[in-house]
T-cell receptor, first 112, second 112 residues
Framework: ELKVEQNPLFLSMQEGKNYTIYCNYSTTSDRLYWYRQDPGKSLESLFVLLSNGAVKQEGRLMASLDTKARLSTLHITAAVHDLSATYFCAVDIASGTYKYIFGTGTRLKVLA | NAGVTQTPKFQVLKTGQSMTLQCAQDMNHNSMYWYRQDPGMGLRLIYYSASEGTTDKGEVPNGYNVSRLNKREFSLRLESAAPSQTSVYFC???????????FGPGTRLTVL
């Protein structure tokens, strides 16, 4: 069964702290996507990781991809309240298809 | 440039009623998708259309039908709504394979 698992599912952290969200997937894929969703809102693309070893950074967020380990990480540096949201990772199932499988999401709450 | 638009935003149906959710994108994207989002389950793919004129089943197609009316529009139809179809429905599009998806604002559907 194809699975995309994120952990933790819930994360409450203090402002200024660092933390990492993990995304493990069971299928062969060289491409992984991170999205952000604010409560009651739609999903917004954060990062597209298209190859093994890819690393992308935007502000306090940095994402990386290890296709051999089938693992992606989303690292948060010096968290601020505005980063409070739910973060999803997604993989496309196999080359030549257009199917994406999403993780269950990590709900992040940054406490002031 | 409106991006991906969905109508309606909210809908309440009685069991057995039918309805069509509309989705349109103005980004000249080739691929379009319908997802449902349920608490604790992330997003699950219902149907997708890799290009105009083609549609394929996703993870949870039962109880739904789709139509790719043209390159811009992709509709989702519930022929006989059931309480299990209570969910938030998102439409998304991508320019090509291996691109991030752009999501619409969602339709919150309740089936009584």
């Amino acid at each position: 069964e194809l699975k995309v698992e994120q952990n933790p599912l819930f994360l409450s952290m203090q402002e200024g702290k660092n933390y990492t969200i993990y995304c493990n997937y069971s299928t062969t894929s060289d491409r992984l996507y991170w999205y952000r969703q604010d409560p009651g809102k739609s999903l917004e693309s954060l990062f597209v990781l298209l190859s093994n070893g890819a690393v992308k950074q935007e502000g306090r967020l940095m994402a990386s991809l290890d296709t051999k380990a089938r693992l992606s990480t989303l690292h948060i540096t010096a968290a601020v309240h505005d980063l409070s949201a739910t973060y999803f990772c997604a993989v496309d199932i196999a080359s030549g298809t257009y199917k994406y499988i999403f993780g269950t999401g990590t709900r992040l709450k940054v406490l002031a | 440039n409106a991006g991906v638009t969905q109508t309606p935003k909210f809908q309440v149906l009685k069991t057995g009623q039918s309805m069509t959710l509309q989705c349109a994108q103005d980004m000249n994207h080739n691929s379009m998708y319908w997802y449902r989002q349920d608490p604790g389950m992330g997003l699950r793919l219902i149907y997708y259309s890799a290009s105009e004129g083609t549609t394929d089943k996703g993870e949870v197609p039962n109880g739904y039908n789709v139509s790719r009316l043209n390159k811009r529009e992709f509709s989702l139809r519930l022929e006989s709504a059931a309480p299990s179809q209570t969910s938030v429905y998102f439409c998304a599009s991508t320019r090509t394979l291996y691109n991030e998806q752009f999501f619409g604002p969602g339709t919150r559907l309740t089936v009584l």
